[in-house]
């Protein structure tokens, strides 16, 4: 018997709006409801991956162009997909990822100023344009996400040392994308605490799949 292929959700939004925490706590609420989870992030999600973000989150911001640093993500893309995502959905898991192909869209796109049309012809290159099911924007004000990525104090803050004017940009450019695949994407308030974030998640995927 052919198992039924599993759900592929993404986790969207600019530095500090908590996106890994809220994809562990998904996968635990999943995963009480009998659903088998695999959490993964991008850049990276597997070995080949991994290697090429050590390339994009270390170092000063100018160390890339747009063009170049869209290149590295879309190759790390295609090796995550092709080793982890899909194997994992053809399995019947379901998919948690923190970051996706939304995010060139944003960084490179509207916050590097990358062509779209640009960006989207890489992405049918290098992924078929492949696209989650269900895609969760985190919203928080640039400052505010700034703040709590300070606090983190992660080695890997190339994207955080862009300036306020570059994180302002991808906010807009994330609630666009939610605009523009209204269908996909649903638009989640993080400036509430984390244990009211993590229900209005719940209640979306919840909605979306029929889930009990």
Known sequence: MTKKRGRFITFEGGE???KSTQARRLAAGLQ???ISCVTTREPGGSPGAEEIRNLLVHGEPGRWDALTEAL???AARADHVTRTIKPALAQGQWVLCDRFSDSSYAYQGAGRG???ETVRRIESVAIDDFKPDLTLILDLSAEVGLKRADVRAS?????EKFDIEFHER?????LDI???APDRCRVIDAGTD??????AILDAVKARFGLS
């Open 178 to 180: 939610a605009k523009r």
């Open 32 to 34: 009480k409801r009998g």
């Open 155 to 159: 080695a890997e803050s190339r994207f």
């Open 170 to 174: 991808l906010r807009q450019a994330f």
């Open 194 to 199: 984390e244990e009211t974030v993590a229900r």
């Open 72 to 74: 590295l993500l879309y």
């Open 16 to 18: 500090g709006a908590g």
């Open 114 to 116: 990358l062509d779209r």
